[in-house]
Nanobody, 120 residues
Framework: QVQLVESGGGLVQPGGSLRLSCAFS????????MYWYRQAPGKERELVAS????????DYADSVKGRFTISRENAKNTVYLQMNSLKPEDTAVYYC?????????????WGQGTQVTVSS
């Protein structure tokens, strides 16, 4: 069973930075692509960033390109989301996610979420 535990959220002023962390346990971390999602009040959960198991490829939502960076340390079973130039519209609960495929069917694992609030 995969377990994901996020940390690093908080209150930050517009233009500031935060780094989120997600600790993974249960299986071999390097075999899993990792994802960061976010959900703002009254909105659907959206994919923010993704990274392959080796860390060799990343992808971002257009709204965060050039400001957010996803990375991972496979030796520490941890994935990060560095968030710079934060805007009020980045305010959301941020969730770490991974997917395990069984016979081609994905099963999602989620962390508990960490609140990010961007406000002056």
């Amino acid at each position: 069973q995969v377990q994901l535990v996020e940390s690093g959220g908080g209150l930050v002023q517009p233009g500031g930075s935060l780094r989120l962390s997600c600790a993974f346990s249960g299986f071999t971390f390097s075999r899993f692509a990792m994802y960061w999602y976010r959900q703002a009040p009254g909105k659907e959960r959206e994919l923010v960033a993704s990274i392959t198991g080796t860390g060799g490829s990343t992808d971002y939502a257009d709204s965060v390109k050039g400001r957010f960076t996803i990375s991972r340390e496979n030796a520490k079973n941890t994935v990060y989301l560095q968030m710079n130039s934060l805007k009020p519209e980045d305010t959301a609960v941020y969730y770490c996610n991974t997917k395990r495929f069984t016979s081609g069917v994905p099963y999602d694992y989620w962390g508990q979420g960490t609140q990010v609030t961007v406000s002056s």
